[in-house]
C-alpha cells in the first residue's frame, strides 16, 4: 500500500493599512485677498474636501513675504472656519505688503496639493485702495454705462492722471465708443457707450484695466483693477 503524505503551507502576508479615505483634505478656500491696516483682523477660511474637520488635531503654518509677523500682523488662533491674523496698525506710511501663509502640517488629516498657500496685501490705512466696486456688468449697444472708481472723495483738478488698457471681442468705433472718465458729485467714474449697429451679433465683452491714476496717496489694486462688460445686442 502506498501512502502519500500531504505537507500544507501556510503563510500569513502581513500588510500595512492602505490609506485613509476618510481623513480630511484641508486647504485655503480662496488663494489672496486684499485689506487695509484699518481692517483690524484678516480671516482666512478653510476649505474640507474630504472627511470631517474635527478630526483634526493641530495646523502648522509658516509665514513669509514682505509684512513682519509680529510687528505688522501677529496669529490669533484657527478654528474650524478659517485663521484668524490679528493686524498691527501703525503710524507710519508705507508701501504695499504681503503676507504669505502655507500650511505646512494636519494632524490628524492631510494637506490638499493645490490651494495650500494664501496670499494677503497689505495695505496702509492712510492710502486709499483704487479699484472697481463691481467687476463684472452687462450692457445694451445702445446703452451708456457709467462705473464708479473706489477713491476719497474728489473735486475737479484732483486726478492727476489715469490710464486705461481696453481689451475684449468687442471693437472700439464699431462696438463701443470712446471710454472716458469723469468726475461728478465727488466721485471718480469710468463712461462706456455701446454703438447699435442693426447687426444681430453674440454678445461681446469690453476688458478695462487700469493700469494707472495718480492721486495723492492712493495705491492701485492688485485685485479690482479689472472689469468686464457684457455687451449684448438690443436688435
Known amino acids: 500500500m502506498n501512502y502519500m503524505l500531504l505537507f ?36 482666512i477660511p478653510f476649505s474640507i474636501n474630504r472627511g470631517e474637520f474635527n478630526l483634526v488635531t493641530d495646523l502648522q503654518f509658516t509665514f513669509s513675504g514682505t509684512s513682519i509677523l509680529n510687528t505688522d500682523y501677529e496669529v ?5 472656519d478659517g485663521l484668524y491674523l490679528n493686524i498691527l496698525d501703525d503710524e507710519n506710511w508705507e508701501q504695499r505688503q ?22 494677503v496685501q497689505l495695505v496702509d490705512d492712510d492710502v486709499t485702495i483704487i479699484g472697481f466696486k463691481i ?17 476719497t472723495p474728489l473735486l475737479e483738478g484732483d486726478i492727476i492722471g489715469s490710464s486705461l488698457y481696453i481689451t475684449g471681442s468687442a471693437s472700439p468705433f464699431v462696438d463701443f465708443e470712446n471710454i472716458g472718465t469723469l468726475i461728478e458729485n465727488g466721485n471718480f467714474y469710468i463712461i462706456v457707450k455701446g454703438i447699435e449697429d442693426g447687426v ?5 465683452t469690453i476688458i478695462i484695466n487700469i493700469q494707472n491714476i495718480s492721486h495723492g496717496n492712493a495705491m ?16
Open 8 to 43: 500544507a503551507s501556510i503563510f500569513v502576508i502581513s500588510c500595512e493599512d492602505g490609506p485613509d479615505n476618510s481623513s480630511p483634505i484641508v486647504s485655503f478656500e480662496t488663494f489672496s485677498q486684499e485689506v487695509s491696516e484699518a481692517d483690524d483682523i484678516i480671516f
Open 98 to 119: 504681503t503676507i504669505v501663509i502655507t500650511l505646512k502640517k494636519v494632524t490628524g488629516g492631510e494637506i490638499s496639493l493645490i490651494d495650500n498657500t494664501h496670499t
Open 135 to 151: 467687476l463684472n456688468a452687462t450692457i445694451k449697444e445702445s446703452q451708456i454705462f457709467k462705473t464708479t472708481i473706489n477713491l
Open 76 to 80: 490669533k488662533e484657527w478654528t474650524r
Open 200 to 204: 444681430v451679433e453674440s454678445p461681446e
Open 220 to 235: 492701485l489694486s492688485n485685485i479690482t483693477n479689472e472689469l468686464t462688460l457684457t455687451l449684448t445686442i438690443t436688435d
